[in-house]
């Protein structure tokens, strides 16, 4: 008698290690689905801008015909050019007393602001200190060019009410250079304030009870408490200032056009007229990569002086 060998089902044994392992590419693949427009705008708008820059720097290209083998001809020829010359010294100079101006009024204000004063009007300077930031460098410089006319700028208008004559505020080379460097500042001060601000609040009030025991108020405590203590933050706030400066192309550019004659005229205004007025990318790209050589080379210099007044707790 022939017995039935009934067939049983087979059942799929599942281990935990193959779970983890499933979950884990399936979190891989979500992920990228979510990285995916970020790589890819990064890719487009960033990485490849930089590369073609960088290539096109060793090319003569004004558009219109195509590009033409230069080598290293267009380093040669910014070396040689004064104007160039004096928009880099004008932007070193620039960024020296804009960044110590900057960081002075920043750090001064922090301490009177994170000093005794009630946490409502705290953070109602905060707010007002911040506020210029929000506000485009254009339309900033738009408003001041207005009230500091000579002509018939508001601040010459009160002046003349006392008897003062006008003064040439964006007409005279010393006079633009101050007001490109008060306006910038004026803007941007606000953003290392609040850098300025969260360092002070992590200094513990132990420290300051203590040394006013030991008989240290006022000056002693800022230069021998805060001043040591909040310089990690300083150290940040002096890198980024000084990048942002290197870079300043808006005031000069609608205060002044860079004038008069060139006083005013930055890197960064050099780029732009050769790219976009004289039609020579190839320049402008050589200029660029000289300046983010320029930047890259302050930064590191940045970094290794701070190991000399930069104290970590």
Known sequence: MATATASRPTTRVTTPTSTTAERARSRTRFAAVFLAPTVIGIGLFTVLPIIAS?????????????????????FADIGGDPTVRVAFLNTIGFVVAAVALQLGIALGLAVLVQGKLPGWLRSFFRSVFF?????????VSI???????QNFGLVNHLLGKLGVPAVPWLTS???????VVLVYVWQNFGFSFLLFL???????KEVYEASAIDGATGW??????????VSPTLLVAS?????????????PYVLTRGGPGDSTRTAVMVIYES????????????????????????TALQFRLSRRFVFYS
């Open 54 to 74: 960088f290539v096109l720097a060793f090319f003569r290209w004004d558009v219109i015909s195509a590009p033409e083998w230069a080598g290293l001809d267009n």
């Open 173 to 179: 080379e010393t006079g633009a250079a101050v007001m």
């Open 143 to 149: 408003m001041m060019s207005y009230l500091f006319n």
């Open 220 to 229: 002693r405590q800022f230069w021998k408490i805060t001043l040591p203590l």
């Open 239 to 251: 890198v980024m200032a000084i990048i942002a400066a290197l870079q300043i192309f808006d005031q």
């Open 131 to 139: 506020f210029p930031l929000i506000l485009s460098a254009s339309s």
């Open 198 to 204: 969260g360092g002070l609040a992590s200094i513990p």
């Open 275 to 298: 790219a976009f007025q004289q039609l020579q990318f190839g320049r402008a790209s050589a200029i660029g990569i000289v300046l983010t050589v320029l930047i890259m080379l302050v």
